[in-house]
């Protein structure tokens, strides 16, 4: 309705709406194509809320209201309504929870995942670039392994697969190591060390107190440097 809206009020477009009373509203989002129909009218009134809702949100002592909506908000870390969520959650005694609140309560917990996850992204972007958050750090994610050279593994592969093995030469490179050493385990044959890689899928969060060390910000350390030498 908003792009329909602009439309409206757009010279090249508005002679579209003029004498009509019926509007289809199509949204072509592959794989799907979702329709809706309208008036004229309803856009207008959807017009005036919009403006309604804008003119409030712009005053000092604009209302807030948690819903759905908050999924696109970048400020949940520090909105008082997400943090006044958690913490009256936090406070509360669940075994002493009385039977009509709980679905109260339960209402709310999409709200606070939400809160948590941009919380642990705001922490991770700041952590990235270079500002301490308490003891938190960033660690590397759980290695997999994975081919060093898809094509070299599959030649070795071919030429040492040991006779009788169920390994199809066809399905190789859909294969991960860990399939293909369990295969040739069986048959008491080692895979090259050479031929497997362990790499990390990127970065995570985590408490001082873990064991892993935290990595090394290659970008922001040279940024730092840079800025001296200049």
């Known amino acids: ?20 009373e019926e509007v289809e509203l199509i949204i072509v989002q592959p794989p799907s194509v979702k329709r809706w129909v309208t008036t004229v009218e309803r856009i207008k009134a959807f017009e005036a809320d919009l403006k309604a809702a804008v003119t ?19 400020a949940k870390p520090v909105c008082p309504v997400m943090t006044g969520a958690v913490d009256r959650l936090l406070a509360t005694k669940l075994d002493a929870l009385p039977v009509d609140q709980i679905a109260h309560y339960l209402d709310q ?49 071919v030429h040492n697969r040991p006779k009788g093995s169920d390994i199809d030469p066809y399905e190789l490179k859909q294969k991960s190591p860990a399939a293909i050493e369990k295969e040739f385990k069986k048959h008491k044959i080692e895979l090259p060390a050479d031929l497997v890689v362990a ?16 990595v090394l910000q290659i970008g922001h350390t040279l940024k730092k440097a840079m800025a001296k030498i200049q």
């Open 56 to 74: 409030r949100a712009l005053k000092p002592d604009a209302p807030l209201a948690a819903g759905d909506h908050c999924k696109w908000c970048a």
């Open 1 to 20: 309705m908003f792009y329909a809206a602009a439309a409206m009020r757009t010279d090249a477009t508005k002679w579209v709406f003029e004498g009509v």
């Open 199 to 214: 790499v990390s899928t990127g970065n995570t969060l985590a408490p001082g107190n873990d064991p892993r060390p935290a």
């Open 109 to 157: 917990v999409s709200l606070v995942e939400e809160f948590i996850s941009g919380l642990r992204a705001l922490a991770e972007q700041m952590l990235t670039e270079g500002k301490p958050v308490g003891d938190w750090k960033l660690v590397p994610k759980r290695a997999t392994r994975q081919w060093a050279n898809a094509e070299e593994a599959h030649e070795w592969i």
